[in-house]
Structures are given as C-alpha cells and as structure tokens.
C-alpha cells in the first residue's frame, strides 16, 4: 500500500464549477499536509500548506485534513481554465522527514 | 519570495556522457536541498537529500556514484548525472527548504534530461 494514495483522473469540469480533490494517507504520524500544483513540463508551485486537522482558506483555494479518517482534501472554487493542471498532494511528520507525494491528479477545466 | 531556479531546462546528451544540473535558492538560503526525479504520468520520487557543506544522503535503490550530489554553498546544489544511459532521460527537479521557518519546500522549474 502506497503511503499517500490520489485518483490520477483525469478530472473534467466545466468552467465555474466547484473542484474537490482528494488523499487519503496511511501513516499516522504525518503531521504537515501541502498541495501544489504542476503546469506541464514545469515543477510544482505550492498552493497550501496546513498543519494537524481542520481548514484553511486562500482566496479560491480551501485545503481541508482530517487526520481521523486520515483524508486531505483541496477544494476550488469559481474553476478556471488556467486551473488545467495536475494537483498534487503532500505530507510529512515534521523536522527533517522527507516529503512523500501522492501520483497527483490531472483537472481539466473546460471553457 | 522563495525563488528555486534550474538551469538547464532541457538538455539532450548522448550515452555515456555526463551532465550538470544546477538548482539555486534565488533570494533565500537554504541548508537542505532536495533532488527528485518524475517520469511521465508519475509522481516525484526523491532521489537525494543534499545539506549545505555534508554529503549527501540517498534514498533506497539510487546510485550515489552515478547521481553526484554537491551542496556547496547555502544557494546552490548540483546534481551530476555520470555515464548517462538513456534510462536516466527524466525530469529532474530540485527543491529547497529555507534555512529558517517551516518545513516548506519551494521548487524549481525543473530540467528535461533526454539522453539519446
């Protein structure tokens, strides 16, 4: 069982609608969560990056962890066509832990 | 702020030859630097840990001596791939976590290795 799983999609949604993308995680000890966002042929850009449970908001963006069930969320709002990409989840234990990725999973906003 | 560059961004090599890549924390220090390494369709898959000044540290089933790290400065880490087979063609990207704060990591743009 891989320590971060994610759907890879595609995901396909018109423009506007509201994106839920999820992770679920197996190892306990994760403490810190992140989502980035990668263009193709280009690195990931961090998006959010939350600490322990419970929400946090940045303009469209709302990550959401729920480390009882051990599930990540990312929610867009108002999804744009330049939100085409593939959104990547993250997590580690904190300190100098190395950062274990999901496979990311490819959005497609329609116009 | 926060800005990691690569450089280059594409390179095409021929087998058997080495190549250098470059990640440099552009307005931040950065005492831990990571390497990693993404094929299509896939996820990043840590190569390498590199600490400013120490060697560095190899995740399971990497070659040290055909993926040589060195982190010579608190800006600037190379990544040397050796004899380059074109196996190793992937996408290279670094990442850099500040020497203060939080455990974030800011990464670059990557490097497209093709070696034919």
């Known amino acids: 069982q891989k320590e971060v799983e994610q759907d890879p999609g595609p995901l396909s949604v018109p423009e506007g609608a509201i994106v839920s993308l999820n992770c679920t995680y197996s190892?306990?000890?994760?403490?810190?969560f992140m989502w980035y966002r990668q263009y193709s042929r280009k690195g990931p850009e961090l998006l959010m990056y939350t600490y322990s449970s419970g929400n946090k908001e940045d303009g469209r963006f709302t990550a959401q962890v729920d480390k009882s069930s051990k599930y990540i969320s990312l929610f867009i709002r108002d999804s744009q066509p330049s939100d085409s990409a593939t959104y990547l989840c993250a997590t580690h234990s904190g300190g100098y832990q190395k950062v274990t990725f999901g496979t990311g999973t490819k959005l497609q906003v329609i116009p | 702020g926060a800005v990691v560059s690569q450089h280059p961004s594409w390179v095409i090599c021929k087998s058997g030859t080495s190549v250098k890549i470059e990640c440099r924390s552009l307005d931040f220090q950065a005492t831990t630097m990571f390497w990693y390494r993404q094929f299509p369709k896939q996820s990043l898959m840590l190569m390498a840990t590199?600490?400013?000044?120490?060697?560095?540290?190899?995740e399971q089933g990497v070659e040290k001596d055909k993926f040589l790290i060195n982190h010579a400065s608190l800006t600037l880490s190379t990544l040397t791939v050796t004899s380059a087979h074109p196996e190793d063609s992937s996408f290279y990207i670094c990442s850099a976590k500040r020497t203060s704060g939080n455990n974030e990591q800011f990464f670059g743009p990557g490097t497209r290795l093709t070696v034919l």
């Open positions: 190892n306990s000890a994760f403490q810190y």
């Open positions: 590199s600490n400013e000044g120490s060697k560095a540290t190899y």
